[in-house]
């Protein structure tokens, strides 16, 4: 068989297992691995990692928020930062806004992604009205059409979903091969914290951390879990940010139940410390769930080590630090009225390599499973995307692991004024990026023009392996019959 490419002499490896030699690409795929592989044109890899593209599925790209503020980064600048951080697939959100439909949400993210992003990308949905026909006609639409995952809210008053509409969408994406994804944060709690910090003249940055306190998180989790575990359905819990929410999510993978967690760069590598920088800097910082302290840093890279937590994605929700984001209510925004969001689409991979790899703390194929494997498999693209192996896609992102770098916001390529990582130093970047067949990144040039992606219709969540135990009232043999499944 004749290639179009080989990459050559290079150490490839996979979510099991890393071996040296040589990757040959035709028609998009990866039509054979071994040695002494040849073809028209090679690359050579000697010394570096041929590893899987990265998969990237928590990002903000276009996005308006609740508030109306949009993201800086659209899918052409969004998508160009990713793959310069190593990304050849992004699944960012499609935002239902309340009275709006599903099907009119989607075709605004079709028509705002098509045309511009450079590498394959899908959406997750954001349901934040579940009328009836959004559950039952709307969602499934989406889901035939290999969308199948969306978020939902149990906090924020403009997106909030009932206890009791939660349990219906668990319930219709469950029979449907969707997956749920969740923002675990307990609204009362934090409205009631925001309001007692406001009343008392506590309105800098650094209070947005002790507003959403970390048991309003573990709570949701809790709750979340209880939901979810009540109608046996599969939940995602993004942005974990506490021990205990991660350890909520371990115990009730170990009891069977089809629960799963991701957590954030910000988690792992910042603190609340960073809110309390002089003037209005500590908007900068503020996310939601907020950041927490060392002690946390140190949880993750252990959860994430276990397995407590599956996934590691950026949640790149890129506010400007002007008018237009993070200052729109003023120079000196209280904490309530700061966009939420941190931009770090281009960093999380090579942060995790460069703290986790080089310094020990996971291996290579922990960082190919955290960065790639386990989303591909989690959100329906495991079958085509995130292991390099025969009629995969050629999704591959090659590594220099001695290349080292301090982190400028100048030199990264969102549309962002600042980078919360300013001057961390950084050894081990991505040099060449490609997806399905085409280079996109190579000598630090992006090569691919804005649309050359493409909308990768996802499969169903693949529930096999999981045995969820029953709720007694559930079960036949104990509810004196009532069918309720
Ligand atoms: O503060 C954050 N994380 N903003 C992005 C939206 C979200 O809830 O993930
Ligand atoms: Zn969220
Ligand atoms: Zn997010």
Redesign the pocket.
């Given at each position: 068989m004749s290639f179009d490419l080989v990459i050559k002499g290079g150490t490839i490896a996979s979510a099991c297992a890393t071996s040296k030699g040589d990757v040959a690409i035709k028609d998009g795929k990866i039509a054979a691995m071994g040695l002494g592989l040849e073809a028209p044109n090679t690359i050579d890899a000697t010394g570096k990692l041929v590893l899987p593209g990265g998969i990237e599925t928590?990002c903000?790209i276009a996005q308006e928020?609740a508030t109306g503020a949009m993201t800086a980064d659209d899918y052409h600048t969004g998508s160009v930062s990713a793959a310069f951080g190593g990304n050849t697939t992004i699944v960012p959100f499609a935002a239902q806004h309340r009275g709006q439909t599903i099907p009119d949400a989607l075709k605004i993210y079709d028509d705002r992604a098509a045309p511009n992003s450079v590498l394959d990308y899908s959406y997750h949905l954001i349901v934040t009205d579940p009328t009836d026909a959004a559950i039952n006609e709307d969602l499934p639409a989406a889901f035939q059409r290999g969308i199948t995952s969306f978020k939902v809210?149990m906090t924020y008053d403009k997106m909030i979903v009932s206890d009791e509409q939660f349990l219906d969408i668990l319930v219709m994406a469950r029979d449907n091969g969707g997956l749920t994804m969740v923002?675990a944060e307990n609204n009362a709690m934090i409205k009631w914290m925001v309001r007692r910090l406001i009343e008392r003249g506590y309105d800098a940055p650094k209070y947005h951390a002790v507003s959403h306190p970390a048991v309003s998180e573990v709570e949701a989790v809790q709750r979340g879990i209880a939901l979810a575990s009540f109608v046996e359905a599969p939940l995602l819990f993004?942005?974990i940010s506490t021990d205990a929410g991660a350890r909520a999510v371990a115990k009730a993978r170990m009891a069977g139940h089809m629960i799963f967690g991701e957590t954030c760069p910000q988690y792992m590598f910042l603190t609340a410390q960073d809110l309390d920088r002089p003037g209005a800097e500590g908007a900068k910082f503020?996310?939601?769930?907020p950041l927490r302290d060392r002690q946390t840093q140190t949880d993750m890279w252990r959860h994430l080590n276990a397995g407590s937590l599956q996934l590691y994605s950026s949640?790149h929700?890129p506010y400007r630090f002007d008018a237009t984001g993070k200052l729109s209510a003023g120079e000196n925004p209280p904490f309530n009225r700061i966009a939420?969001?941190?931009p770090g689409i281009e960093l999380r991979a090579p942060l995790l390599f460069s703290e986790g790899v080089q310094k020990g703390r996971i291996t290579l194929e922990q960082f190919v499973a955290l960065t790639a494997t386990n989303a591909a498999r989690l959100f329906g693209m495991g079958d085509r995307k995130g292991t390099i192996a025969v009629g995969y896609d050629a999704d591959i992102a090659i590594w220099d692991p001695a290349m080292r770098r301090q982190v400028t916001a100048a030199a990264l390529h969102d549309n962002m004024d600042y980078t919360p990582f300013e001057g961390w130093d950084i050894t081990g970047w991505p040099v060449t990026v490609i997806n399905q067949g085409r280079i996109i990144v190579d000598g630090g040039e992006m090569k691919a023009t804005a649309g050359s992606g493409s909308f990768i219709p996802r499969k169903p969540f693949d529930a096999t392996g999981f045995l969820p135990p029953r709720a007694p009232e559930m079960a036949d043999t104990t509810n004196f019959g009532a069918k309720l499944f």
């Amino acid at each position: 068989m004749s290639f179009d490419l080989v990459i050559k002499g290079g150490t490839i490896a996979s979510a099991c297992a890393t071996s040296k030699g040589d990757v040959a690409i035709k028609d998009g795929k990866i039509a054979a691995m071994g040695l002494g592989l040849e073809a028209p044109n090679t690359i050579d890899a000697t010394g570096k990692l041929v590893l899987p593209g990265g998969i990237e599925t928590h990002c903000h790209i276009a996005q308006e928020s609740a508030t109306g503020a949009m993201t800086a980064d659209d899918y052409h600048t969004g998508s160009v930062s990713a793959a310069f951080g190593g990304n050849t697939t992004i699944v960012p959100f499609a935002a239902q806004h309340r009275g709006q439909t599903i099907p009119d949400a989607l075709k605004i993210y079709d028509d705002r992604a098509a045309p511009n992003s450079v590498l394959d990308y899908s959406y997750h949905l954001i349901v934040t009205d579940p009328t009836d026909a959004a559950i039952n006609e709307d969602l499934p639409a989406a889901f035939q059409r290999g969308i199948t995952s969306f978020k939902v809210f149990m906090t924020y008053d403009k997106m909030i979903v009932s206890d009791e509409q939660f349990l219906d969408i668990l319930v219709m994406a469950r029979d449907n091969g969707g997956l749920t994804m969740v923002h675990a944060e307990n609204n009362a709690m934090i409205k009631w914290m925001v309001r007692r910090l406001i009343e008392r003249g506590y309105d800098a940055p650094k209070y947005h951390a002790v507003s959403h306190p970390a048991v309003s998180e573990v709570e949701a989790v809790q709750r979340g879990i209880a939901l979810a575990s009540f109608v046996e359905a599969p939940l995602l819990f993004v942005h974990i940010s506490t021990d205990a929410g991660a350890r909520a999510v371990a115990k009730a993978r170990m009891a069977g139940h089809m629960i799963f967690g991701e957590t954030c760069p910000q988690y792992m590598f910042l603190t609340a410390q960073d809110l309390d920088r002089p003037g209005a800097e500590g908007a900068k910082f503020c996310c939601s769930p907020p950041l927490r302290d060392r002690q946390t840093q140190t949880d993750m890279w252990r959860h994430l080590n276990a397995g407590s937590l599956q996934l590691y994605s950026s949640d790149h929700a890129p506010y400007r630090f002007d008018a237009t984001g993070k200052l729109s209510a003023g120079e000196n925004p209280p904490f309530n009225r700061i966009a939420n969001g941190l931009p770090g689409i281009e960093l999380r991979a090579p942060l995790l390599f460069s703290e986790g790899v080089q310094k020990g703390r996971i291996t290579l194929e922990q960082f190919v499973a955290l960065t790639a494997t386990n989303a591909a498999r989690l959100f329906g693209m495991g079958d085509r995307k995130g292991t390099i192996a025969v009629g995969y896609d050629a999704d591959i992102a090659i590594w220099d692991p001695a290349m080292r770098r301090q982190v400028t916001a100048a030199a990264l390529h969102d549309n962002m004024d600042y980078t919360p990582f300013e001057g961390w130093d950084i050894t081990g970047w991505p040099v060449t990026v490609i997806n399905q067949g085409r280079i996109i990144v190579d000598g630090g040039e992006m090569k691919a023009t804005a649309g050359s992606g493409s909308f990768i219709p996802r499969k169903p969540f693949d529930a096999t392996g999981f045995l969820p135990p029953r709720a007694p009232e559930m079960a036949d043999t104990t509810n004196f019959g009532a069918k309720l499944f």
